[in-house]
């Protein structure tokens, strides 16, 4: 029998058997693992011994079937933006997070904090396999990326980049009512230093330039900014030399999408140790999109059932955005 179908009946009868209660956590494997694990999560462990003996069509095989991987229906009438930092997965947290990402339906996602490790791999290949356009550049000394994904409503890759840590940006062409719009990835540094600095100007030199507002009649931007607005409740001062960066978007005038619709409001996309909030994430759009733009929110969800430590963020749009022939391909596809 090919190991796709082993893996992908094993599978279901794993799944099957922690639904209704049984315990399925026996040596050998129960020897290696935490038995405070949760049975559910003991069959993650189970599916990651064998994922790297099978085909990416076996794994797609097996996560067709998964109960849990039902899709929500499609709403040919939204295009929905995801934006969320990853936390670099495992293998077996991947798997939790593709899970959820297919329940969930996104038409644009950008996954920051990644490298080419076993888990981003896994996420790549699978969203690759359902239809999405991956721009995924390879960091340099270990560093951090971007997984830009794009499906239904993406053109091309523009030849286009900074000129620092170019690897932590990544773009994308779509349509938007026959018009390109550009659409952005960005993972900025975490560390407060001159390579910060320097990536926030470089950064600032690209958002600058006169050339791209000639190409393109719009852009997106999503991504963890490392950085908080000037206003932000509680105050920390460590981050005062940083909030330029926050300042540049408005400069140049882009809308941060989730303060247009929330102006109040006090949410919070990671949390440090002590329990202190900070707003990280982030997604801004030029003002000839947000009269398009539904919602623009943050989804706990993510965060509180551990698949990674930031909680993700979801932009809506009006499809009344994209043009007719971008529609029919949504229904198409």
């Known amino acids: 029998m090919e190991p796709e179908v082993v893996f992908s009946a ?38 990651t011994v064998v994922m790297n003996n099978v085909s990416l069509s076996g794994r797609q095989k097996f996560l067709d079937e998964l109960p849990d991987s039902k899709q929500k229906s499609i709403d040919v009438e939204t295009i929905r ?29 950008a996954l920051t904090e990644v490298r080419p490790s076993e888990g981003a791999v896994y996420i790549r290949d699978r969203l690759m396999s359902q239809g999405y356009t991956i721009i995924f550049a390879k960091p340099e000394n270990e560093d951090y990326s971007v997984i830009l994904a794009v499906r239904r409503l993406f053109e091309a890759v523009p030849k286009i980049c900074i000129d620092f840590l170019p690897y932590r940006v990544s773009f994308a062409t779509c349509h938007f009512s026959g018009e390109a719009v550009l659409v952005t990835g960005i993972y900025a540094p975490v560390w407060k230093t001159e390579k910060k600095r320097k990536f926030v100007e470089a950064f600032e030199r690209f958002i ?99 698949l990674s430590d930031h909680s993700a963020m979801c932009l809506e749009i009006e499809s009344s955005a994209s043009s007719e022939s971008d529609m029919d391909r949504i229904k198409l596809s």
């Open 10 to 47: 094993v599978g279901n009868i794993l799944w099957l058997l922690t639904d209704r209660g049984c315990d399925i956590s026996c040596p050998p494997f129960s020897e290696r693992i935490d038995l405070s694990l949760r049975n559910k999560e003991i069959t993650f462990f189970w599916i």
């Open 81 to 109: 933006c995801l934006n969320w930092n990853i936390r670099n997965p495992s293998l077996q947290r991947a798997t939790k997070q593709m899970v959820w990402l297919e329940k969930n339906r996104f038409d644009i996602i």
């Open 208 to 306: 600058e330039r006169k050339d791209w507002r000639k190409r393109f009649s719009g852009w997106i931007i999503l991504g963890d900014l490392n950085v908080l607005e000037p206003n932000h409740i509680p105050h920390y001062s460590v981050y005062e030399g940083w909030e330029n960066f926050y300042n540049v978007f408005i400069k140049h005038g882009l809308v941060d999408a989730f303060r247009f619709f929330h102006p109040e409001e006090r949410e919070y996309s990671w949390f440090g140790r002590k329990g202190n909030g900070y707003r990280f994430d982030h997604i801004f759009i030029s003002e000839n999109i947000l009269s398009s733009v539904k919602k623009c929110y943050y989804i706990h969800e993510v965060r509180l059932k551990k």
